[in-house]
């Protein structure tokens, strides 16, 4: 099976006209996703999120080979291709979703869904969910964590900059709790593409 995923990052203003206007620091961007957007593989997904190679490439196989429910299909091979367009910031999260998407799109057992959250501590340690691109240069540090679906356990952490661990503790907890969201949007965008077939 082969997946290809766009993810594509658009700048969303911080005091942008959405229906969830971003706070200070403590919301999340628009979200936007649509699927089966290639003809020839079996799945595809395009995750819009207000989006070192090698790095982030393992980081997010090792994530879905966390939950992807290999043994159903031994001896199967499962390549997600993720295409960056734009980064406006908190890129490893916005393609841990669009993973996450075009393997459902694609059919692919797995024990959960996964979400990516990103969270930034600036230099007086506010926590800001979902940083944009020069929320990120500014930040002391910067923290992404994968989340299933079922228990909003931790998967997979990638962190950057220096944090003490009451903060560790804090971005986590954020990042559980807007996973909520992560997963809501998931569930409608799903119901959406269903009910129109």
């Known amino acids: 099976m082969e997946e290809e995923m766009h993810t594509d990052a658009k700048i969303r203003a911080e005091t942008g006209t959405g229906s969830s ?23 595809s997904a395009s995750f819009l999120q207000g989006v070192a190679e090698k790095s ?26 993720l295409q960056v367009v734009s980064d406006a910031g908190s890129l490893l999260a916005c393609c841990l979703n669009a993973a996450c998407m075009a393997l459902v799109d694609a059919g692919v057992p797995m024990r959960a869904l996964f979400c990516g959250v990103t969270c930034a501590l600036d230099s007086d340690g506010t926590l800001m969910l ?24 931790l998967l997979m952490s990638s962190t950057k900059g220096l944090y003490s661990d009451a903060e560790l503790q804090q971005c986590l907890a ?24």
């Open 56 to 81: 982030r490439e393992r980081l997010i196989r090792n994530t879905c080979e966390a939950v992807v429910l290999g043994t159903l299909h031994p001896r199967t091979s499962i390549t997600v291709v």
């Open 130 to 153: 979902d940083p944009t691109s020069k929320q990120e240069k500014e930040a002391r540090a910067v923290l992404t964590f994968a989340l299933d679906s079922v228990e909003r356990k």
């Open 21 to 43: 206007p971003r706070g200070p620091g403590c919301s999340l961007r628009h979200f936007a996703c649509e699927q089966n957007l290639l003809s020839r593989p079996d799945g």
């Open 174 to 197: 954020a990042a559980q709790a807007a996973s909520q969201h992560v997963f809501r949007f998931y569930r409608e965008s799903l119901q959406r593409r269903y009910s129109k077939s």
